[in-house]
Structures are given as structure tokens and as C-alpha cells.
């Protein structure tokens, strides 16, 4: 079946220095997602990429779908305590529900 | 705006227990409906969703099922826990677009944490 790989798993930074985290998928992908979970809180939705090769930015994060629209990564520039949490991509193939990677969890020491 | 509910918040149950939990949805109409589970440190799986009143797909064969009796209303449940059902059960909806199981993000309840002992 459809699997999404996700690396680091952790992530340990100082604030201020940049933090990525990337995604593969073994399958080509309609679309990828990407969600914020803090401690002890539920998923949040960040973005959507449909497009191969799409890119997209919110204030310091950047988010890239790569050309084969099986991998993408995020990008967070300076970090922030703010940042904290585990941050998962979510792929899916048409029409099937999304599979969620196992997340890269973000630790910012002031 | 829409909402979602999810309860309870958290339970502790004996091992052989029953379970039931139960999400609500407000402000929308034929949502897409899933159940996912994070076990400790580890990522989201699905259980199951739904894309209307009486229709399951289960992605995981466990001793787990669902119900959605209601348009905006799905229920999990157990017959009897075993201790790796403990974990953190999130609800969540989407839109329904089409017949597509899904066509945008995915609003999660807040979770019900299970810890069976």
C-alpha cells in the first residue's frame, strides 16, 4: 500500500537557526498536506500543494512539492519557541484518503 | 461555522472493557467523517471514514468498529479493549466533494485520550 516516509523524526534547534523536514512518498501523489500538532493538541492544517514543482510561503515557513509530486518539504527560516511541535505531511493519491507520515517533532531551545 | 466535537476528552479502561466514543459535526452537511489513532510518539493512522450515513471503510482490520447512525455524527467503539488500543483517537471531517473521498483539508476534534490498563 501507499506509504509516506517523513525525516528527521526529531529535531532539536537553537532559536533563530533555520529547521527542515521532508517527505517521500512511494506512490506519485494528487496532492500533499501539511499539519502542525503542538504538545497535547489535535492537527492543524498549514497548506495544500497540488501542483508539481509548486511552492508556497506563510511569513516563515516554505513549503516545496517536488517535480514527481513524491516528495515535498518544509522549510521554517529563524525559528521560533512558537515553532514547537510535531509537523506531519499528509499525501494522497486520488481518491483515496490521505496517509499521514510518522511526523518530525521540532524542539527550540531558547 | 463549523464545529466539531469529540468525546470523552479522556478515559482509563480495563483491559476486556467496552468502548464507545463519539464525535459530532455542526455547521455542515454530508461531511466526510474518519477516525485516526496515535499511539505514543507515532504518527496518525486511520481507522476508518466514511462519505455518508451507514457507509464505513475500515483500513485497519483490529477489534475496532464504527457506526454513523446520523449525517454528522460518528461513533467508535470496542466490544472488548486489549492494552494496545490505548493511544490518542482523533476525529476528524472533511468536505465531501462529488463522490471524492476527499477534496481538502481535514478538521480534527480536539481527541479522546485512551489508556487501557
Known amino acids: 500500500g501507499q506509504q509516506v516516509m517523513q525525516i528527521p523524526q526529531y529535531q532539536h534547534v537553537q532559536e533563530g537557526e533555520d529547521f527542515t523536514t521532508y517527505c517521500n512518498s512511494s506512490t506519485t501523489l494528487s496532492n500533499i498536506q501539511w499539519y502542525k500538532q503542538r504538545p497535547g493538541g489535535h492537527p492543524v492544517f498549514l497548506i495544500q500543494?497540488?501542483?508539481?514543482?509548486e511552492v508556497k510561503k506563510q511569513k516563515r515557513l516554505t513549503f516545496q512539492f517536488g517535480e514527481a509530486k513524491k516528495n515535498s518539504s518544509l522549510h521554517i527560516t529563524a525559528t521560533q519557541t512558537t515553532d514547537v511541535g510535531t509537523y506531519f505531511c499528509a499525501g494522497r493519491r486520488r481518491n483515496t484518503p490521505l496517509v499521514f507520515g510518522k511526523g518530525t517533532r521540532l524542539s527550540v531551545i531558547a | 461555522s463549523q464545529t466539531i466535537h469529540q468525546w470523552p476528552a479522556t478515559l482509563v479502561q480495563p483491559v476486556g472493557s467496552p468502548l464507545s466514543l463519539e464525535c459530532t459535526v455542526e455547521?455542515?452537511?454530508?461531511?466526510?467523517l474518519y477516525w485516526y489513532r496515535q499511539a505514543a510518539g507515532r504518527g496518525l493512522q486511520l481507522l476508518f471514514y466514511s462519505v455518508g450515513i451507514g457507509q464505513i471503510s475500515s483500513e485497519v482490520p483490529q477489534n475496532l468498529s464504527a457506526s454513523r447512525p446520523q449525517d454528522r455524527q460518528f461513533i467508535l467503539s470496542s466490544k472488548k479493549l486489549l492494552l494496545s488500543d490505548s493511544g490518542f483517537y482523533l476525529c476528524a471531517w472533511s468536505v465531501l466533494g462529488q463522490g471524492r473521498v476527499n477534496t481538502g483539508e481535514l478538521f480534527f476534534g480536539e481527541g479522546s485520550r485512551l489508556t487501557v490498563l
Open positions: 500543494l497540488v501542483k508539481s514543482g
Open positions: 455547521g455542515t452537511s454530508n461531511p466526510n
